[in-house]
């Protein structure tokens, strides 16, 4: 329950919107996404989401 309320304020992306934020092509994200390495993403039918608060997240853990 707890993870809920943090994600209430939070926004579910796309691959292309993910993309967008970490500047790099759809088809980079979706290697990371093979070889596990990239942002967490998760499926939600079959779509793949990522939200917003750990793609930054992931990217500031790049930078380090």
Known sequence: MTDLIH????ELLSVAEAAAI??????TLRYWR??????HSFKV??????????????LEAQSS
């Not at 970490?22 to 088809?27: D, E, G």
């Not at 093979?34 to 942002?39: C, S």
Request: proline fraction near 7%; avoid cysteine.
């Open 22 to 27: 970490v500047r790099a092509p759809v088809a």
């Open 45 to 58: 039918g079959r779509s793949v989401r990522y939200w917003r608060s750990e793609v930054i997240a992931w």
């Open 34 to 39: 093979h070889l596990g390495t990239g942002p």
């Open 7 to 10: 994600r209430t304020d939070d």
